[in-house]
């Protein structure tokens, strides 16, 4: 039996992180943190788009263990692949999870993720895409 044309999307790296990230939601941080950074790991320098998705959920998993600093890394990581190339799901990801340092705005590495993510750069990649 032949397969589809579209189920070559679904690679080990994109399902491992469909995994990782309902591991997340599920409360599962610890699970879903080894298994993203299994599969980042994993991943193809190449896959920009999807190692930004990665690497915002990492944040979200680094977070919840209440590892501000880290969890500003991973999402100026996630930033360094949406200059590479844009993707509004991971940019969605990296919101949502800078919603949630809220409470730790004003640590310095929170005011630097800031400077970067709402600076220009950010918005020259986003109009060149």
């Given at each position: 039996?032949?397969?589809?044309?579209?189920?070559?999307?679904?690679?080990?790296?994109?399902?491992?992180?469909?995994?990782?990230?309902?591991?997340?939601?599920?409360?599962?941080?610890?699970?879903?943190?080894?298994?993203?950074?299994?599969?980042?790991?994993?991943?193809?320098?190449?896959?920009?788009?999807?190692r930004?998705?990665?690497?915002?959920?990492?944040?979200?998993?680094?977070?919840?263990?209440?590892?501000?600093?880290?969890?500003?890394?991973?999402?100026?990581?996630?930033?360094?692949?949406?200059?590479?190339?844009?993707?509004?799901?991971?940019?969605e990801?990296?919101?949502?999870?800078?919603?949630?340092?809220?409470?730790?705005?004003?640590?310095?590495?929170?005011?630097?993720?800031?400077?970067?993510?709402y600076?220009?750069?950010t918005?020259?990649?986003?109009?060149?895409?």
């Amino acid at each position: 039996m032949n397969k589809p044309e579209w189920m070559d999307w679904f690679t080990p790296v994109r399902l491992g992180a469909f995994k990782g990230n309902v591991e997340l939601k599920a409360g599962q941080v610890r699970r879903a943190e080894k298994t993203l950074s299994d599969v980042l790991a994993r991943s193809s320098i190449d896959d920009t788009k999807q190692r930004a998705v990665i690497l915002a959920d990492l944040a979200a998993a680094e977070l919840a263990q209440k590892r501000v600093e880290r969890c500003c890394e991973r999402l100026s990581e996630a930033l360094n692949e949406l200059m590479q190339q844009w993707y509004a799901t991971a940019m969605e990801r990296i919101r949502d999870v800078r919603r949630a340092l809220r409470p730790w705005q004003d640590e310095q590495c929170v005011r630097e993720l800031d400077e970067r993510l709402y600076g220009w750069k950010t918005a020259v990649s986003v109009l060149r895409s």
